[in-house]
């Protein structure tokens, strides 16, 4: 195995947005075993090392994997359509003209009835999104489309993640 495999080269998983996440954590916990410092302490050193940078190669493709947005911007990446959502930031307006609703919504809401409802229609917005990201890059193979629609996916987290800090505020 090289630590310039794929994400999915090194967990033996195929480039797909859809995984199992029964799959995908067992084959991290597997490879974590194999990879583990101490099985080397008796080749010295330099081979202590080498498992050191396995394991943080495995940690860092399975926190990548496991996340859906994150798993999707590097099937694009590795599809030549990056998503640069620092760079690109372009999104439809009829998208913009969500998020401000839902940004008015959020500054309107004070009691939790109405940030409930609120963080209903964005987690539902959020697995429309995934839904899409699904068929776009297994079905189409649509990486252009998938990048953009993870930047969207990642306002949409970004709104909920707002939401749900003022649920906690207030004692939800």
Not at 6 to 32: G, H, N
Not at 87 to 101: H, I, S
């Amino acid at each position: 195995m090289q630590l310039d495999a794929t994400d999915f080269e090194i967990f033996d998983l195929p480039a797909t947005f859809a995984q199992e996440r029964s799959v995908l954590d067992a084959r991290w916990k597997d490879l974590l075993r194999e990879a583990h410092p101490d099985r080397y302490a008796a080749q010295g050193a330099a081979a202590q090392r080498v498992a050191m940078q396995w394991s943080v190669r495995i940690n860092e493709a399975y926190q990548r994997l496991k996340d859906p947005v994150r798993r999707a911007a590097y099937l694009c990446k590795l599809n030549g359509a990056p998503v640069d959502a620092e760079q690109n930031t372009a999104m439809p307006p009829d998208f913009l003209v969500q998020q401000m609703a839902w940004r008015e919504q959020l500054d309107d809401a004070h009691d939790v009835a109405s940030l409930q409802a609120l963080h209903d229609e964005v987690d539902d917005a959020r697995r429309r999104a995934l839904s899409t990201l699904d068929w776009q890059i297994d079905e189409k193979g649509d990486f252009a489309g998938a990048a953009a629609q993870v930047r969207a996916l990642m306002f949409i987290e970004r709104i909920a993640g707002d939401v749900e800090l003022r649920l906690d505020r207030l004692g939800q």
